[in-house]
């Protein structure tokens, strides 16, 4: 009775380990993800536990970061080359950084920082949360801006400075 018992925690507490295996983010790392600079960002989120209302998430991959469960409703990565100007993308402003915005696969949107390099991207599922809320979240606003902007928007699309997102439900 004795050895059955302990197979059967043996097999309970197996069961678990390998769900929370399931649960880390698998994510590719991006070319210049060793960056020292990334390393700086994602210090930077250390206390980001919650992003939007989701929570943090481990990720396999170098400069990387996930919120969200059961899917990732927010995925960052650091290290991507900065991006060439261009006129196909909106570029809006939000708490001093400028990001391309590519809503081609909508509900997802892929949000990518502009005029800092190493280049930091979001990809937000906004059917789950805001995309404003999650890039003027103090955190992330923190951790980008540790990247030195050498460049910027020549005309984007800017929120109100009274702008709360907080305020929106």
Do not use: F
């Not at 930077?44 to 059961?70: C, E, F, K, V």
């Not at 990518?112 to 390099?117: D, F, L």
């Not at 930091?120 to 992330?140: A, H, K, L």
């Amino acid at each position: 009775m004795r050895s059955r018992l302990a197979a059967a925690a043996v097999l309970l507490l197996g069961t678990a380990l390998l769900g929370g295996c399931a649960s880390t983010v698998h994510l590719e790392p991006a070319p210049a993800a060793n960056d020292p600079l990334c390393a700086e960002v994602i210090v930077s989120l250390q206390n980001t536990n919650t992003l939007a209302g989701q929570d943090r998430r481990w990720t396999d991959a170098q400069a990387t970061a996930a919120w969200g469960a059961p899917s990732s409703a927010i995925l960052l990565t650091c290290g991507l080359e900065k991006p060439a100007p261009t006129s196909e993308l909106q570029c809006v402003t939000l708490e001093g950084v400028d990001w391309l915005v590519d809503a081609s696969e909508t509900p997802m949107v892929r949000l990518t920082t502009y005029g800092r390099e190493p280049a930091v991207q979001m990809y937000i599922d906004t059917g789950v949360v805001s995309s404003n809320d999650v890039i003027s979240n103090r955190g992330i606003v923190g951790a980008v801006t540790s990247i030195p902007a050498d460049g910027k928007c020549t005309a984007p699309d800017e929120l109100p400075e009274d702008y709360d997102p907080d305020a929106e439900s």
